[in-house]
């Protein structure tokens, strides 16, 4: 029944070009964000792909880089979180750890701790007032800012300007902001945006015979996709045989989708690419394009081409 899934592919070519268009863009160095196993697309493969072009990694805790085996590429290595990881598993794995308090940074000092400073998330990161005493105790060269907004730019900047640190702040979000973009940029939605195809064939295409589904949705043409809320989908944008269309009502396992006449079952529908970007979809979904990507990269088995 494998064919009837549906099919998540993978570009890592893509992945590499949108590494070096960043990179002309900003003029700066990339470190890639490849939390979450690359927001679906697969830590390994994708890291492995952009270790070339990129400055460094970025995971959320010291498990996903050695999973993803990250250290092996060759490039430095920053994970927010270890658990109740010491400083000689971050250095035996080759990955530096994020601090955010005077003690955590002397707890992590062999491991070359990286500061990470609040400017407004409340989280994972250092308050003004206990910044020089972090940078003192864990011999700080390196501080960086998980922000989204100009002013948490100006506030990061003002707290580091006295310290000589390698510095970086801007994701996806800030990517276009000069100010934003210190020594390096540390995107993750902007190296996998166009990279994702994912489509699901037909599992049927018939005529309405009236209201269907649980909605009593009423349309002329329809068809059914082997994907539903189980696996994350959502109602939303779609494309079929060219045209544009929608996933009109999503069940547990599998999701309705208008046809035209022409449509027959076999007919792959896209839910990702060829004409329906994560920008497309998200306002349908009523959430961020991230969130759109990692679960649409969930509903079936990846297959990469390069
Ligand atoms: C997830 C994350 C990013 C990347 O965010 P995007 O908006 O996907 O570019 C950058 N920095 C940190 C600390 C993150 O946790």
Known sequence: MAAEQPNVTVHLRHVRENVRQIGRRTCVGVIAVVKADAYGLGAKRVAAAIAEEVDGFYVFNLAEAVEAE?????????????DAAEANEFIAARVRPVVWTAERAASLRSARPILAVDTGQQRFACRAEHI??????????????????????????ALTDAYALRRHAAGTALLDEPSARFDAVRPGLALYDG????????LDARDSRGPAGYSGFEVPRFGLISAGYSHGLRPGPAMV?????????????????????????????????DGVSLTDIAPAWGCSPQQVLVNLCR??????VD
């Open 195 to 202: 990279a994702v195809t994912v489509t699901a064939p037909l």
């Open 241 to 273: 045989n060219g045209r544009p269309t929608r996933i009109l009502e999503v069940g547990m396992q599998t999701s309705f989708v208008e046809l035209a006449a022409s449509d027959r079952t076999g007919d792959p529908v896209t839910l990702l690419g």
């Open 299 to 304: 509903l079936g088995n990846r297959v990469y």
């Open 132 to 157: 020089a005493a972090a940078i003192a105790a864990g011999k700080i060269d390196d501080a960086f800012t998980h922000a989204t907004r100009i002013d948490q730019i100006a506030d990061f900047a």
């Open 70 to 82: 990250l250290a092996s590429l060759g490039k430095p290595v920053i994970a927010l979180r270890g």
